[in-house]
């Protein structure tokens, strides 16, 4: 028995002392305890608010253990204790209903104020929409004309484990929200499909997005710093891969960053348009489908087109890639109701789409031969 | 009440020196039985059963979260493992082991031959191993199980679910009715089969809490069975009780769903505290201190639990106003609940203690149960948990308060009655065993939660960031050394089936009081035929 236990033991020790990940886990501070202070001055009050608790906390469960022990250790048989024979007293029991309802109330009035704090977003200096759905964030400039999509950045072969992980493994994005700092900057909050929920711990602001109402939150930042957060509600199979990365720059900075994205904006606009007079070779399409494929239908319909039997159709064989192009250009365009298929018209250009379509037409044996191009989107988009 | 009086006639009839040949052999016995003792041993193992198949799919979470990346399952597959856990442990584990107690203990407890409606008993019992069937069947089929969470919220349990949604709404029926029958049979005993002299306050305070618990579960358990009816009809009927596109409101299938959800918290944690207020006098030789106004917290306990729902809800969107009266009546809860505490400890203090295995048990609960009721303090302060919310820390809290509240208590139980239901002692050396490697293992397990938590580690989530990956290391490892640990009680449990162990007398343990002590060891078949007086 005893070697037994000694041998486990050294198997414990071992797999305990090796490392996960052997790259990266020098770099990465381990075995953080507590709440983040934050950057904000309402993530500071939660703060302190929660090492209030904390401590209120520590010292009734010390003085109810200790209570315990002493009893345990002095009024046990074994040491001759005698029981004695008491029941009920009247004063006792009063003064410990009454005293934690006075502690209560010492808890509850900071609260109440911070609460109110937090939840007064009236006045914001900036606004921003913030919509989630399966799986990636949208933001959108209220006060200008920019608006864009943020998806997480990790590789799947980091997932998978074919490639080592990176510092902020699971916690990058493509393109991170950019706010200013010293500005109050309000966030609306909702979503397209099911409930995500946009969190920030330095911000302490985390917030449902509901799909149909509107949800706000504010957080004024103090200083300029990249600040990163996830979502933080079960929201089906990429739950754990939407991260939410907010870089705060000075408010010089952000307004030089916020018209260069108005002015790309417009030029990926007008990029869009001359794109529909001109004809993408078979080659080109399925290079760009392919690559809009990945970042955008693998996550459901697998990268190889088989979908998840009973949850996510296949696009391999199937009857509308195989044979009814319109339709197929309708779905993508504009989703399918009452299912998990989203409209990607306003998330991806006409010759990204044209070029998604092509590559599902023509990948994993679907050979239909099929070449769409942006100018057929277009039509199927005005109606035509 | 003539018909009543001539079944009894036609039954005196039949029964009269005859008893053993109305066991039938074999598994006859267990399909037909209308005995509240065998029943409450079908619901006892049915729990455990289930027990060990939630737990070994805590074991597929826990090693997909040894490390980071995904090794072991897919996404889709580690949301059904959490959502089917949760259900599992909920429904299967700790519910119907209260119903097993309650089974076995409440009509020896107020000295009745058996339970009010026997028949119905049987019933309420063996549909429940068809719902988790119809549950557990869904996950070999097509799409696989539930994945949207125990908690299924809309949409992404309507829209966005797969067709097995359906028979989880099923499954969750037919647990509701189980339940529902249960908590009748348990109110119709109390009220109508005390012993004479039995009056209210001389109750003991299992069935005290259980009698509580019983109309919590009739109060709730039909919103249950609203909330998954809505959730079928939204999928399948074209209903829009929870899309707001047709005039629905996701946000109120959360209210529906915590008007049920709260209340059932404390359906699994109230016979929790009955128990413990049965060991700890026991073996402190001393009665328990404030029997009072241990039943006046029991029920303001479960009337406050009405209305403290949308605790749950805090980041929702809530106005202010709402958002500060649920943070107050929640704290309020802290009250009733510390005084049980402070009655327990008042109960060991200056008693003759000795520390038996029950116990041991009933300790670990008290100190890890107000681990757990502390943290809910904390969870219960607004702006704190928009911090904490549907975190590790959140992980860390429920499951102080079930695994080391509610699963402690049943394992204190099954130790401290154990022996009056086999007549032989068990082994008590596995049993410490048990004791201290579920011990230590439960708080490597959860303990490190509250930290991961605190330091942004959202729940529900296949993988994480590289900053928790050692604390996860560990919880992981004590994950598995607490899921091999209820191996040891398997054993242990085998063990007393087959009769093994001294035999003991019908007081038990020494300071034990109570009708169920005054029957012999192992409690005969049938008890209290004739009813005892109580002075």
Redesign the interface.
């Known amino acids: 028995m005893k070697r037994i236990l000694f041998k486990v033991g050294t198997m414990l020790t071992a797999l305990m002392t090796a490392p996960v990940f052997a790259e990266t886990n020098d770099q990465i501070e381990q075995y953080q305890l507590n709440m983040t202070k934050g950057v904000t001055d309402i993530s500071a009050g939660v703060y302190d608010m929660h090492m209030l608790m904390f401590i209120i906390c520590v010292v009734i469960g010390a003085g109810v253990f200790i209570a315990m022990f002493i009893s345990m250790y002095f009024h046990r048989k074994s040491r001759g204790a005698k029981p004695a024979n008491f029941h009920e007293n009247v004063q006792v029991e009063i003064a410990w209903t009454v005293i934690p309802f006075i502690i209560l109330i010492v808890m509850a009035i900071p609260a109440m104020n911070l609460l109110i704090d937090m939840e007064d977003a009236s006045e914001p200096d900036v606004t921003v929409l913030v919509t989630g759905s399966q799986w990636k964030w949208h933001y959108k400039y209220m006060d200008n004309d920019v608006e864009y999509y943020s998806k997480m950045a990790t590789q799947a072969e980091q997932i998978s484990g074919k490639l080592a992980k990176g510092k902020n493994y699971l916690l990058e994005v493509d393109r991170p929200l950019v706010i200013p700092t010293g500005k109050k900057v309000r966030f609306l909050i909702t979503s397209d499909d099911v409930i995500h929920a946009w969190w920030v711990p330095d911000f302490a602001v985390k917030q449902d997005a509901n799909p149909g109402f509107i949800n706000d939150a504010w957080a004024m930042v103090n200083e300029p710093g990249v600040y990163r957060g996830q979502c933080a509600e079960l929201c089906g199979k990429d739950h754990g891969f939407m991260p939410i990365v907010v870089v705060a720059k000075e408010p010089a900075e952000y307004d030089k960053w916020i018209s260069e994205q108005q002015a790309i904006q417009d030029q990926a606009k007008a990029e869009e348009q001359r794109l529909l007079a001109m004809n993408m070779t078979m080659e080109e399409s399925m290079a760009i489908g392919e690559k809009v494929y990945n970042a955008n239908c693998a996550a459901c319909h697998m990268p190889n087109g088989e979908g998840l039997p009973g949850v996510f159709p296949a696009l391999k064989g199937s009857q509308i890639a195989l044979e009814d192009q319109p339709k197929h250009i309708d779905v993508l365009i504009n989703g399918v109701t009452g299912t998990a298929m989203q409209a990607y018209a306003k998330q991806l250009t006409m010759s990204e789409i044209a070029a998604v379509v092509t590559y599902e037409r023509n990948a994993w044996g679907n050979n239909t031969g099929d070449l769409v191009q942006a100018k057929d989107i277009n039509s199927a988009m005005n109606g035509q | 009440m003539t018909t009543a009086t001539e079944n009894t006639h036609t039954d005196d009839h039949h029964d009269d020196g005859h008893h053993e040949h109305h066991i039938p052999p074999g598994i006859k016995r267990w399909l037909y039985t209308t005995n509240h003792k065998d029943i409450g041993t079908l619901y006892l193992w049915f729990a455990f059963i289930m027990f060990l198949i939630g737990g070994a799919m805590a074991m597929v979470i826990r090693a997909e979260l040894f ?5 072991i399952v897919d ?2 597959f580690f ?1 059904q493992m959490t959502t089917v856990h949760g259900l599992i442990m909920v429904f299967g584990a700790v519910m119907p082991a209260f119903t097993g107690l309650a089974n076995w203990l409440v009509p020896m407890m107020i000295g009745a031959p058996d339970m009010a409606l026997p028949r119905m008993n049987n019933w309420s019992f063996w549909i429940l191993p068809f719902a988790f069937l119809i549950l557990l069947s869904s996950l070999f ?4 199980g539930p ?3 125990w908690t299924f ?1 809309a ?2 349990s309507t ?2 679910s ?3 949604t359906a028979l989880f709404v099923f499954a969750v029926h037919i647990m509701g009715a189980s339940s529902i029958m249960g908590a009748i049979n348990v109110i119709v005993t109390i009220f109508n089969m005390r012993a004479p002299g039995m009056t209210w306050m001389k109750m003991p305070l299992f069935v005290w809490t259980w009698l509580i618990t019983a109309f919590l579960l009739i109060a709730v358990m039909p919103v249950l069975a609203g909330a998954v009816t809505m959730v079928l009809t939204d999928k399948f009927f074209g209903t829009s009780f929870f ?3 047709g005039g629905g ?3 109120m299938f959360q209210h529906i769903f915590w008007f049920f959800g709260h209340p059932e918290v404390y359906i699994m944690i109230l016979p929790a505290f009955g128990i413990i207020s049965q060991i700890i006098p026991t073996f ?10 241990m039943v006046y917290a029991t029920a303001s306990i479960a009337l406050l639990s009405f209305i403290v729902w949308a605790h749950h809800m805090f ?3 809530m106005p ?1 106003a709402a ?2 009266f649920f ?2 009546a929640t ?2 809860i ?2 009733p609940t ?2 049980k ?2 009655n327990w ?11 038996e295995v029950p116990m041991l048990f009933a ?1 670990a609960f ?2 890890l149960f ?2 757990g009721g ?2 809910g ?2 969870l219960a ?4 948990d ?2 904490y ?3 590790y820390f959140v992980v860390a809290h429920f499951h102080y308060v079930l695994v080391t509240g509610a699963i402690f208590s049943i394992m204190a139980a099954v130790y401290y009655w154990l022996p009056k239901w086999t007549g032989k002692m068990f082994h008590i050396g596995l049993a410490k065993w048990h004791f201290w490697c579920s011990l230590v293992s439960v708080n490597v397990l959860f303990f490190p939660m509250h ?1 991961v938590g ?3 580690m ?1 729940r ?8 928790f ?3 996860n ?1 560990w919880i992981s ?1 004590g994950g598995f050394a607490f899921g091999l640990s209820q191996l040891i009680f398997l054993a242990l449990l085998i063990k007393a089936c087959k009769k093994q162990g001294e035999p003991v007398s019908a007081q038990v343990w020494e300071g034990a009081e109570g009708l169920e002590w005054e029957i012999p060891s192992p409690a005969p078949y049938h008890s209290f035929e004739t009813p005892p007086v109580v002075k």
């Not at chain 2, 089929?141 to 696989?144: I, K, Q, R, S, V």
């Not at chain 2, 402190?284 to 106004?293: I, Q, T, V």
């Not at chain 2, 529900?460 to 900053?467: F, M, N, T, V």
């Open positions: 490390q980071p990346g995904l090794q996404p889709n949301n089929m097509e799409g696989g994945a949207f969470g919220y949409p992404l829209t966005y797969n067709d097995g899309d707001a596109a409101d996701p946000v402190a030789r001393k009665p328990l201190f404030g029997y009072a106004s980041t929702t969107g202010v958002e500060l943070m107050f704290m309020l802290s009250v510390g005084v505490v402070f400890v008042a109960t060991m203090w200056r008693g003759s203690m000795t520390f300790i008290i100190v107000t681990i502390l943290s303090l904390m302060i607004v702006p704190v928009f911090q919310h549907d975190t930290f605190l330091a942004g959202p529900r989530i296949p993988d994480y960031a590289l900053q990956a050692d604390f290391k490892i």
